[in-house]
């Protein structure tokens, strides 16, 4: 087997080629994403970079003051800050998200340092990714997301509460006790004997976290760049120095004497349920924290850099990775941490690089700022923490679950997490969860009512098989041969409340009764009569009727029947909905936005697809669409009439040519005779429409395009052709070139696919380039022909 080796190039060669290929825009980097790098092996852009060093800041007293709480190594929160920032940094499926020792974790941490000791704690940790490894390989990541958002804050509100409680007797000076009921009954006893050194450490430490942000001006901008928990840490520090107290400090080991995990030792039922734990609480908060990144980089406006979406199989994975090796190294559990990642986002992140370098730093500063960590008072990272688990107590949660009437929820997940446990507390709330969803699904009111001439049944509520009792008894409150009304205020009916519903309505209606099934706003659900009808009611299309499933039989009601069926419908359905609408506009007068001039075939309907109101067009449709020139029109004078009156007395700010597929106006222009015969009232109108046909003939110009794709029939080619020539012959009336002119008018060209019902709008209209682009359910504003 021969390789295919290139020849060898000269000294010359290469170096043209090689100043080539520095003038060469590399694909897929557009010029506006471009950002400063480094260069070399692999380039870092300068604003992951400048977000490493503020996560850092932030995640270094964090660390340690989370190490504090849960009674763990304080070197062991410095390995979860390193690993969670280069291993899930590196493995995860969130780019921008930020790993380490998390505040949600301290609680259950702590209960398993306390019951089994730290060298176990750290293969429980071990399992826990193992475990996560598991789930992401199952791809179940976003069934975690199905857990109520009541119970996921209710949780991390009780884990708050419950550090705040823990820490407060740090902070003044004592020592936390094994549960939150014991830090509550031993409060009072604290304080009373505050330790005076400790708690001028703590509420310096606290003043300057509550007040850091809120420093106004200049002043406030500048300081700013240092992030509050830093600064804060740092002002009690240098007080606790200045003043000499006698406060206890961090005292960090030798890295030589790090403790690291051993095999499990204690009860198999309590090491899996730890296990279980610390599986389930970090999954959760880091897939959520996950999604709520994605938000945080949608929203963001600088800088223009497209960041990936959130693989949540794969961040569920690259968790589980450093769970894995932190509780091998002997460091704390892992799992995503909103505070460091949204200053990670606001700090202009680009890419994954700025996480792992933040845990570069760590190893850095756990390697070589030794005798500065020592430094730090232990209170003041207490406070630290303890303002962290107030702050996990959500207010606008509070009002979130409040206002999605789950208040009972929430206050029953931390309730259970405070006084029990973390999962017991979790199943506490699925289960009032559960309770509060199947009490709402068979809560139903349902109420009779005489209303001027017609019996009212109104239903508010799920219809289940639960009601079925209550609303036979009041469907059969109605008076045999009544006109009645079913309103029906739910989403939900089930097959049984179907039954009784439908059994009723037939044996009512073949006693001389009439019937009506509509909504809560008053919109008919069900036609009147019985169901076999072979007569289309109108608009029944939109209702899931389709008339050709009925057998061909002749129509039972005529013409005028129809008409006044319709009529009576609108008086009974809309007119109440619409009156004070068209009240204010019979006083006002008229005042449209735009005129839509379109064909006058029966399949457009133009409220519909403009999804328009009373007052918002001024419509003008005739066969085809066609817009004469003055001085063509032949005494018929409607169409340049409608366009006067519209562009100079109602000032309307644009003008849309509508045409349609399967135009009967363009077909017949399309077989015309050569000569063009005008014998009838239809053939000396469409003479209107010549100059399209010889615009669509000409070889000089080049034919429309329809999203990307050629028309495909002529008649589709003509009918797209007919809206660009129709926009010039507008442009020949006076006062819209005057508008024109004066930059207050807009046209605008559109093409709507009947059998597809999918909007096109003209982008381009040049002579050269004719595109109608597809509108979609995002598009705003089209661009004007």
């Given at each position: 087997m021969t390789a295919c080796i290139p020849p060898r190039l000269s000294r010359t060669d290469r170096t043209s080629r090689t100043s080539g290929a520095s003038r060469v825009q590399r694909p897929h980097s557009p010029p506006g994403d471009r950002l400063p790098r480094f260069t070399g092996r692999f380039p870092i852009a300068g604003s992951d970079l400048s977000a490493s060093i503020a996560v850092f800041l932030i995640a270094l007293p964090l660390s340690l003051g989370i190490a504090?709480?849960?009674?763990?190594?304080?070197?062991?929160?410095?390995?979860?800050?390193?690993?969670?920032?280069?291993?899930?940094g590196r493995l995860g499926g969130s780019p921008l998200q930020v790993s380490g020792p998390a505040a949600g974790l301290t609680v259950v941490t702590a209960e398993l340092i306390q019951r089994f000791g730290w060298r176990t704690t750290c293969a429980i940790t071990v399992l826990a990714g193992l475990g996560q490894l598991g789930l992401a390989t199952l791809r179940v990541a976003r069934s975690a997301l199905a857990v109520s958002p009541a119970i996921v804050h209710g949780m991390l509100a009780?884990?708050?509460?419950?550090?705040?409680?823990?820490?407060?007797?740090?902070?003044?000076?004592?020592?936390?006790?094994?549960?939150?009921?014991?830090?509550?009954?031993?409060?009072?006893?604290?304080?009373?004997?505050?330790?005076?050194?400790?708690?001028?450490?703590?509420?310096?430490?606290?003043?300057?976290?509550?007040?850091?942000?809120?420093?106004?001006?200049?002043?406030?901008?500048?300081?700013?760049?240092?992030?509050?928990?830093?600064?804060?840490?740092?002002?009690?520090t240098l007080l606790a120095a200045v003043a000499g107290m006698k406060v206890p400090r961090v005292d960090l080991p030798s890295?030589?004497?790090?403790?690291?995990?051993?095999?499990?030792?204690?009860?198999?039922?309590?090491?899996?349920?730890?296990?279980?734990?610390?599986?389930?609480?970090?999954?959760?908060?880091?897939?959520?924290?996950?999604?709520?990144?994605?938000?945080?980089?949608?929203?963001?406006?600088?800088?223009?850099?497209?960041v990936p979406r959130s693989n949540l199989d794969r961040e569920l994975a690259g968790q589980g990775a450093a769970n894995i090796v932190s509780g091998a190294l002997g460091g704390l559990p892992v799992a995503g941490v909103a505070v460091r990642s949204v200053a990670n986002v606001s700090s202009g992140a680009v890419s994954r690089h700025s996480t792992m370098l933040h845990g570069l730093w760590v190893v850095l500063a756990a390697l070589l700022l030794v005798p500065v960590l020592d430094l730090i008072p232990l209170p003041a990272l207490a406070a630290l923490v303890m303002v962290v688990g107030i702050q996990m107590v959500s207010i606008t949660h509070i009002r979130s679950v409040t206002r999605h009437r789950e208040a009972v929820v929430y206050a029953v997940t931390v309730t259970g997490v405070v006084l029990i446990g973390i999962l017991e507390g979790v199943a506490l709330g699925i289960a009032m969860a559960t309770g509060l969803a199947m009490h709402r699904l068979a809560k139903t009111r349902i109420t009779v009512e005489k209303r001027e001439d017609a019996e009212h049944i109104t239903v508010r509520g799920q219809l289940t098989f639960l009601a079925v009792p209550r609303l036979s008894r009041a469907l059969h409150q109605v008076p045999q041969g009544a006109y009645a009304v079913v309103e029906l205020d739910g989403s939900f009916m089930d097959h049984a409340a179907y039954e009784t519903l439908q059994d009723w309505q037939l044996s009512h209606m073949a006693r001389g009764g009439q019937v009506e099934i509509t909504g809560r706003s008053g919109v008919r659900t069900t036609e009147l009569g019985p169901s076999g009808h072979t007569c289309c009611r109108?608009?029944?299309?939109?209702?899931?009727?389709h008339c050709g499933e009925h057998p061909v039989a002749e129509p039972t009601c005529g013409t005028g029947r129809q008409l006044a069926d319709g009529l009576s419908s609108f008086q009974r359905n809309t007119a109440p909905l619409v009156r004070h609408e068209l009240a204010r506009l019979a006083r006002e007068g008229q005042n449209p936005s735009q005129l839509f001039l379109t064909c006058a075939d029966s399949r457009l309907v133009t409220s519909m697809i403009t999804a328009s109101g009373p007052g918002d067009l001024f419509t003008v449709r005739n066969v085809g669409n066609l817009v004469p020139l003055p001085g063509e029109e032949s005494g018929d004078d409607s169409v340049a009439a409608a366009i006067e009156y519209a562009v100079d007395v109602l000032q309307v700010q644009s003008i849309t040519v509508c045409g349609h597929s399967g135009c009967g106006a363009m077909h017949a222009l399309l077989h015309s005779g050569p000569g063009g015969g005008a014998h009838t009232p239809l053939q000396r109108w469409l003479r209107h429409g010549q100059s399209s046909l010889e615009r669509m003939k000409s070889k000089q110009r080049a034919w429309a395009r329809i999203s990307g794709r050629l028309p495909t029939d002529a008649v589709e080619q003509l009918s797209l052709t007919n809206v660009v020539q129709q926009l010039e012959n507008l442009r020949g009336h006076p006062s819209v070139a005057r508008r024109l002119a004066d930059g207050t008018l807009k046209l605008q060209g559109m093409y709507f696919h009947?059998?597809?019902?999918?909007?096109?709008?003209?982008?381009?209209?040049?002579?050269?380039?004719?595109?109608?682009?597809?509108v979609t359910p995002t598009s705003r504003e089209g661009a004007p022909a």
């Open positions: 504090l709480a849960t009674g763990a190594p304080l070197q062991a929160g410095l390995v979860a800050a390193a690993v969670g920032g280069i291993v899930a009780g884990i708050g509460t419950t550090i705040a409680l823990a820490q407060l007797h740090v902070v003044l000076g004592g020592t936390p006790q094994s549960s939150a009921v014991a830090n509550v009954r031993g409060l009072p006893a604290q304080l009373s004997e505050p330790h005076l050194a400790a708690l001028s450490v703590s509420a310096l430490t606290i003043a300057v976290l509550l007040m850091w942000p809120r420093i106004p001006g200049r002043t406030g901008r500048i300081v700013r760049k240092v992030p509050a928990a830093l600064a804060a840490v740092a002002a009690a890295w030589s004497s790090h403790a690291l995990p051993g095999l499990p030792e204690g009860p198999v039922l309590g090491i899996a349920a730890g296990v279980l734990t610390i599986t389930l609480v970090t999954s959760v908060q880091s897939l959520l924290s996950a999604v709520a990144v994605d938000k945080l980089v949608a929203a963001r406006k600088e800088p223009k850099v497209h109108p608009w029944t299309p939109w209702r899931n009727h009947v059998g597809e019902a999918q909007a096109y709008l003209l982008t381009g209209s040049d002579g050269v380039d004719e595109v109608f682009d597809r």
